[in-house]
């Protein structure tokens, strides 16, 4: 019985892990929606989804750090509460890295003269692309120590 219960708490580990990227996609579809209303800009239907979005994430985050204090105490997996801990942490940093993404694209687009703004943007892309990148590790760590015991 136990084994089908740790398997089952990995799955809904995984089916969080990309209900996350699809809020992502969400998030992102709104700001670009949100961009086009400018430059006046509906701050406050962009407000509302900036709401619905962190409801999503904080929903995730609560359901993701249940399953972590279950695979420590429950199933005595440290390591795997480990990479859930980190994965935590990056998220949060992706998450943040984000909004500064979209403050840079509106500034961009609020001011198309300042070559700095677009310099600003590439280096949140590339601080993206490496927190992606750390992102997978910890997934591919997660995925083949929760596989070891199969």
């Known amino acids: 019985m136990v084994p089908t219960d740790f398997k089952a708490l990995i799955q809904r580990f995984y089916h969080l892990q990309s209900e996350r990227v699809e809020t992502y996609q969400l998030f992102e579809e709104g700001h670009e929606a949100y961009l086009r209303t400018g430059p006046q800009y509906d701050f406050d239907h962009y407000r509302q989804l900036v709401h619905e979005i962190t409801q ?27 990479h859930i801990e980190k994965l935590q942490s990056k998220e949060k940093q992706k998450l943040e890295l984000t909004a500064k993404l979209q403050l840079a694209r509106q500034r961009a687009q ?41």
Do not use: T, W
């Open 56 to 82: 999503a994430f904080c929903g995730i985050s609560k359901e993701v750090l249940e399953i972590k204090g279950r695979l420590h105490h429950e199933f005595d997996r440290p390591d795997l509460s480990e």
């Open 110 to 150: 609020d001011h198309p003269e300042d070559e700095g703004c677009q310099e600003k943007i590439q280096e949140i892309k590339q601080e993206i692309i490496k927190n992606k990148e750390a992102l997978s590790e910890i997934m591919q760590d997660f995925k083949y120590d929760s596989e070891e015991c199969d």
